[in-house]
């Protein structure tokens, strides 16, 4: 989706500021933001493409004007309404009035640090060979999903270089849909400046994605 | 186990509306409030951007290290015991003295946590996700870094599941240095790409 999150090239958001000595959280309750966003993960009942979806689908105004624990606590109580974990009439309480649906598993104490060593990987086999190889040239779809998509806007209806074949990944466009894996081949594809940004366009700058094979046609 | 609760604003309407679903979810059985701590505890004081360093000291010092991080790091990278969530498909780019890579995420917040702990806030932000692939050079000056105006630069936006560790250039004058000391040289933000490597004092 055109959505806030697609942010590359945007204007006005000022400089970036970066913070010295930075702590990993401000304040308290962004570690419990943290902790709550990976617990709840853990129950198995949607998957980082859902979750993302989940972000990038708050009203522009809203994400411009939250920090990133903000939008990923607001997030998550779509999905955990939306998975049948938690009410409204739970939230307005600020405790648990309704019955939850019964997740695949809970995350105990002891397994976190196992669980957070595995991580989620999700290379998968692909049964079909790769359409493109290292060299090839090509230009990206220029298509506006109303759903999930992992092609930025910037990136959309250009021609570049495939610099690299990946591996097979679950397709994100499918999977924060509940729609299935259907993995693919992604490509690192590497663009130059001018070709993204046209007129004006920095000489020595080269941009790369990577790029599931369904957003790419022979150039 | 005790909550780190104590530091919370009672006032602030975000912490209260965490603790809030933190509460409905341990209530609901959905969650082990022990959990969040022993995650917390994880980020704060176990993975962090010294475990990057480790990789780029021992990138610098073993030339075959170097080369088994270019071809395959998310391997090179296990090997010194770093793994995990937000790091399971690792990609290790390197600088020289003709392009300089710099490492972003416009789609959301996508970051080598195994190798660099949580990302810090301006990486989320949308200043430095907006720009980063637009005016590189913008950003860096915004970091104290102006590159010649020669050198190329490569932006790398994490837009799938790839993570992307910069390798800075050694610095001059720190031949013969233990990969510990070397360590010391490279800062997070060197292996976002938005520093250089420290010049030996």
Same mark, same amino acid.
């Given at each position: ?7 590359g090239g ?71 309404? /939306?998975? %049948? *974990? &938690?009410?409204?009439?739970?939230? $307005?309480? +600020?405790?648990?009035?309704? !019955? ?52 930025p806007?910037y990136a959309?209806?250009k021609?570049g270089?495939?610099?690299?074949? /990946?591996? %097979? *990944? &679950?397709?994100?466009?499918?999977? $924060?849909? +509940?729609?299935?894996?259907? !993995?693919?081949?992604?490509?690192t594809v590497v663009f130059d400046g001018v070709e993204i940004w046209?007129?004006?366009a920095d000489?020595?700058l080269t941009v790369s994605i ?10 | ?101 710099l490492?972003v995420?416009t ?25 980063a692939v637009i005016?590189p ?16 630069i490569r932006v790398w936006d994490?837009t ?42």
């Amino acid at each position: 989706m055109n959505g806030p999150h697609d942010l590359g090239g945007q204007m006005g958001f000022g400089p970036v500021a970066p913070e010295k000595d930075e702590p990993y959280f401000h304040a308290a309750w962004e570690k419990r933001a943290l902790g709550v966003t990976l617990t709840a993960g853990a129950m198995g009942a949607w998957t980082i493409d859902e979750s993302r979806h989940a972000r990038e689908s708050l009203h522009p105004a809203d994400y411009y004007s939250s920090s990133y624990y903000q939008i990923w606590i607001k997030a998550l109580e779509t999905l955990l309404k /939306r998975h %049948g *974990f &938690v009410s409204d009439r739970d939230l $307005a309480a +600020g405790s648990a009035i309704d !019955p939850a649906a019964t997740p695949k598993r809970v995350l105990k104490a002891e397994n976190v640090p196992a669980v957070l060593a595995n991580g989620g990987p999700c290379d998968r086999p692909v049964s079909t060979p790769a359409r493109f190889r290292a060299g090839d040239r090509v230009r990206t779809k220029n298509f506006h999903p109303t759903g999930h998509t992992r092609l930025p806007r910037y990136a959309r209806g250009k021609r570049g270089i495939v610099e690299a074949i /990946r591996d %097979g *990944f &679950v397709f994100p466009d499918s999977n $924060a849909h +509940g729609q299935g894996e259907n !993995p693919q081949w992604v490509y690192t594809v590497v663009f130059d400046g001018v070709e993204i940004w046209g007129e004006g366009a920095d000489p020595t700058l080269t941009v790369s994605i990577d790029a599931w094979e369904s957003y790419l046609e022979p150039a | 186990m005790p909550h780190d609760h104590d530091h919370d604003n009672e006032l602030d309407p975000f912490a209260a509306r965490v603790r809030a679903l933190e509460t409905i979810l341990t209530e609901k059985g959905l969650i082990d409030p022990a959990a969040i701590d022993v995650i917390v505890d994880t980020y704060e004081t176990k993975i962090g951007p010294r475990n990057g360093a480790r990789v780029v000291a021992k990138a610098w010092s073993d030339a075959a290290y170097a080369e088994w991080l270019k071809r395959d790091a998310t391997a090179a990278i296990e090997s010194l015991g770093y793994t995990g969530r937000q790091g399971e498909h690792m990609q290790a780019v390197f600088n020289s003295e003709e392009t300089h890579n710099l490492v972003v995420c416009t789609l959301c917040s996508c970051y080598p946590w195994s190798v660099l702990g949580l990302p810090p806030v301006w990486y989320k932000a949308p200043p430095y996700r907006s720009r980063a692939v637009i005016d590189p050079r913008g950003v860096l000056e915004e970091f104290g870094l102006t590159l010649p105006r020669t050198t190329k630069i490569r932006v790398w936006d994490s837009t799938a599941e790839l993570r992307y560790l910069v390798v800075p250039m050694r610095p001059d004058g720190t031949e013969g240095w233990s990969e510990e000391r070397l360590a010391d040289l490279v800062s997070r933000d060197a292996m976002i790409g938005t520093a250089l490597a420290r010049e030996p004092a």
